[in-house]
T-cell receptor, first 115, second 118 residues
Framework: SQTIHQWPATLVQPVGSPLSLECTVE??????LYWYRQAAGRGLQLLFY??????ISSEVPQNLSASRPQDRQFILSSKKLLLSDSGFYLC??????????????FGPGTRLTVL | AQSVTQLDSQVPVFEEAPVELRCNYS??????LFWYVQYPNQGLQLLLK??????LVKGINGFEAEFNKSQTSFHLRKPSVHISDTAEYFC????????????????FGQGTILTVHP
């Protein structure tokens, strides 16, 4: 069966520090991968999605970047964190072909607090 | 572009009462519709989805939803809620791109926090 992992589970970082969040998927090949952010009272915002190694699409301009160095690994990064980067970050994957009706499977999330 | 509106940000109910969480969407093309549930500090879990066919969709944990194309709605219902149903619920839509795929992208509503009181 497929599983999705995210780490760390929680993170407290000072403003201006770098960030690296990692997401890995097991039990499937060539998934579509997604990074979302949940800020308090603002629902889910899609940040990035990837349909293959090295292929990243950004949904909103921001202080963050994403990379996909391996088929089932998705990394969210920042060179310098802002207070507004605080939130709950969710990674998700959907199946091969990424048809519009494919269910997205979510990881457990990372709670990031920027102080 | 599509959008999703969840009409209630918070819904308090008593245990064993019925509940309806409302969702309306806007799209110029055909859509697929989803309801997800999120328990505190956890990821999202799919409750149910509408792809085609019967407009009444049954999901896990006794939830069901009805797709109404004319009203562009996909309201979630449960006839009798439990304390354990306390969570945040998200409605989401994925559109069908003519001549291509949409890579499974979803647009989410702002969420409805359901609180079940004893």
């Amino acid at each position: 069966s497929q599983t999705i992992h995210q780490w760390p589970a929680t993170l407290v970082q000072p403003v201006g520090s770098p960030l690296s969040l990692e997401c890995t998927v097991e039990g499937t090949s060539n998934p579509n991968l997604y990074w979302y952010r949940q800020a308090a009272g603002r629902g889910l915002q899609l940040l990035f999605y990837s349909v293959g190694i090295g292929q990243i699409s950004s949904e909103v301009p921001q202080n963050l970047s994403a990379s996909r160095p391996q088929d089932r690994q998705f990394i969210l990064s920042s060179k310098k964190l802002l207070l507004s980067d605080s939130g709950f970050y969710l990674c998700a994957w959907s199946g091969l072909a990424g048809g519009p009706y494919n269910e997205q499977f979510f990881g457990p999330g990372t709670r990031l607090t920027v102080l | 572009a599509q959008s999703v509106t969840q009409l209630d940000s918070q819904v308090p109910v008593f245990e064993e009462a019925p509940v309806e969480l409302r969702c309306n969407y806007s799209s110029s093309v055909s859509v697929y519709l989803f309801w997800y549930v999120q328990y505190p500090n956890q990821g999202l879990q799919l409750l149910l989805k509408y792809l085609s066919g019967s407009t009444l969709v049954k999901g896990i944990n006794g939830f069901e939803a009805e797709f109404n194309k004319s009203q562009t709605s996909f309201h979630l219902r449960k006839p009798s809620v439990h304390i354990s149903d306390t969570a945040e619920y998200f409605c989401a839509v994925s559109t069908v791109k003519v001549g291509g795929t949409s890579y499974g992208k979803l647009t989410f509503g702002q969420g409805t926090i359901l609180t079940v009181h004893p």
